[in-house]
């Protein structure tokens, strides 16, 4: 059974920094490109930034590209988000998916499973 | 970017009754449209991909359909389980997904 299970928000102020986990284990955690997808309260789901299985090449959406650095560590089953210099719009329930395809951001691909969240909250 | 609208923004059914979910893209995206189900402190749930493939464990009374820009999710009878939210979300400029606004689905 594939199990997704996030840590690490919180409460931090605005210009600080988090690191987000992402713990996965029931599936070959390296032939699997990763995820992260985020719900601010109130508001739809966006999505963050992507990891190929390897690491070797790392995607972000523009409202987080160069504040945030997606991780992982193979040898743990493990993914990371590092977030630097969070603002209050970056206020959300953070999700970590598994993408579907071994190839990393293939047309048509999309999310098979999703962890429950950790939200982070940015507030002076 | 692509955007994702969805119809409507809510909606109130009863258990029993057939909801019908719309989601348009702003250009044409093939098949390239899935669909999540999404309840409050759970995670997101895949409904549907390539826009009526029908993923592993899902109830037969889901179903997608739609090519192009226009796609909808519909349940055929309404159980109490399904009411939650559900988003459309599209996978055809990778990894630029975007998603619809979702739609919160009530008990009437």
């Known amino acids: 059974e594939v199990q997704l299970l996030e840590s690490g928000g919180g409460l931090v102020q605005p210009g600080g920094s988090l690191r987000l986990s992402c713990a996965a284990s029931g599936f070959t955690f390296n032939s699997y490109a990763m995820s992260w997808v985020r719900q601010a309260p109130g508001k739809g789901l966006e999505w963050v930034s992507t990891i190929s299985g390897s690491g070797s090449a790392t995607y972000y959406a523009y409202s987080v590209k160069g504040r945030f650095t997606i991780s992982r560590d193979n040898s743990k089953n493990t993914l990371y988000l590092q977030m630097n210099s969070l603002r209050a719009e970056d206020t959300a329930v953070y999700f970590c998916a598994k993408d579907q395809d071994v190839r990393v951001a293939a047309t048509g691909d999309y999310f098979d499973y999703w962890g429950q969240g950790t939200l982070v909250t940015v507030s002076s | 970017d692509i955007q994702m609208t969805q119809s409507p923004s809510s909606l109130s059914a009863s258990v029993g009754d057939r909801v019908t979910i719309t989601c348009r893209a702003s250009?044409?995206?093939?098949?390239?449209l899935n669909w999540y189900q999404r309840k409050p402190g759970k995670a997101p749930k895949l409904l549907i991909y390539g826009a009526s493939n029908l993923q592993s464990g899902v109830p037969s009374r889901f179903s997608g359909s739609g090519s192009g820009t226009d796609f909808t999710l519909t349940i055929s009878s309404l159980q109490p389980e399904d009411f939650a939210t559900y988003y459309c979300?599209?996978?055809?400029?990778?990894?630029?997904?975007?998603f619809g606004q979702g739609t919160k689905l009530e008990i009437k």
């Open positions: 979300q599209q996978s055809h400029i990778t990894p630029m997904w975007t």
């Open positions: 250009q044409r995206i093939s098949s390239n």
